[in-house]
T-cell receptor, first 116, second 111 residues
Framework: NAGVMQNPRHLVRRRGQEARLRCSPM?????VYWYRQLPEEGLKFMVY????????ESGMPKERFSAEFPKEGPSILRIQQVVRGDSAAYFC??????????????FGPGTRLLVL | QKEVEQDPGPLSVPEGAIVSLNCTYS??????FMWYRQYSRKGPELLMY????GNKEDGRFTAQVDKSSKYISLFIRDSQPSDSATYLC???????????FGAGTRLFVKA
């Protein structure tokens, strides 16, 4: 049973370009969470999605960032017109249901974004 | 003030030592408390999970929650070099979607 998969593992972009980060949840999981981790900081919640629905995006910047989890295919975190401050590790986690604290979230290996 | 405070360390101990890692929090609505371990360049993995106050033991690991003091701890007995990692505390409210993480404590166990 494959774990949470993220790709790419490393992504380099120049300022102003777009970054697309993909997350395939564990088999049987229909709930996905995205987190951002800056150096020497903990994980910061960004968005929580179910299939075809954004449930909570309160942690996501209002501009340039968007997320989706289509009926088919992986969840996508999209960052438009990247800036150097977007450089971070982005982690995806999945769970069987949406009760964040009441069940285990399984994390992927992360995508490390570097903006030049 | 952050919702969850955690000393980033680093904490360096000799092999075999007892390690104590701690977090404080401000939100009294938190009911679920977790400890994650994160190795360098990897994703976090769940170590311990506790609901409300009390202790929980799993092998060399013991998690404690004191809700009256808004304070949680993770103890590692007989620490091993393989325990060297960053330890993140995390917590959430009943019915909540968000998990709030501490900044993580970097632990080094020297052989």
């Amino acid at each position: 049973n494959a774990g949470v998969m993220q790709n790419p593992r490393h992504l380099v972009r120049r300022r102003g370009q777009e970054a697309r980060l993909r997350c395939s949840p564990m088999k049987g999981h229909s709930h996905v969470y995205w987190y951002r981790q800056l150096p020497e900081e903990g994980l910061k919640f960004m968005v929580y999605l179910q299939k075809e629905n954004i449930i909570d995006e309160s942690g996501m910047p209002k501009e340039r960032f968007s997320a989706e989890f289509p009926k088919e295919g992986p969840s996508i975190l999209r960052i438009q017109q990247v800036v150097r401050g977007d450089s971070a590790a982005y982690f995806c986690a999945s769970s069987p249901s949406g009760l964040a604290g009441q069940e285990t979230q399984y994390f992927g290996p992360g995508t490390r974004l570097l903006v030049l | 003030q952050k919702e969850v405070e955690q000393d980033p360390g680093p904490l360096s101990v000799p092999e075999g030592a007892i390690v104590s890692l701690n977090c404080t929090y401000s939100n009294s609505a938190f009911q679920y408390f977790m400890w994650y371990r994160q190795y360098s360049r990897k994703g976090p993995e769940l170590l311990m999970y506790t609901y409300s106050s009390g202790n929980k033991e799993d092998g060399r690991f013991t998690a404690q929650v004191d809700k009256s003091s808004k304070y949680i701890s993770l103890f590692i007995r007989d620490s091993q070099p393989s325990d060297s990692a960053t330890y993140l505390c995390a917590m959430s409210e009943t019915g909540g979607f968000k998990t709030i993480f501490g900044a993580g404590t970097r632990l080094f166990v020297k052989a």
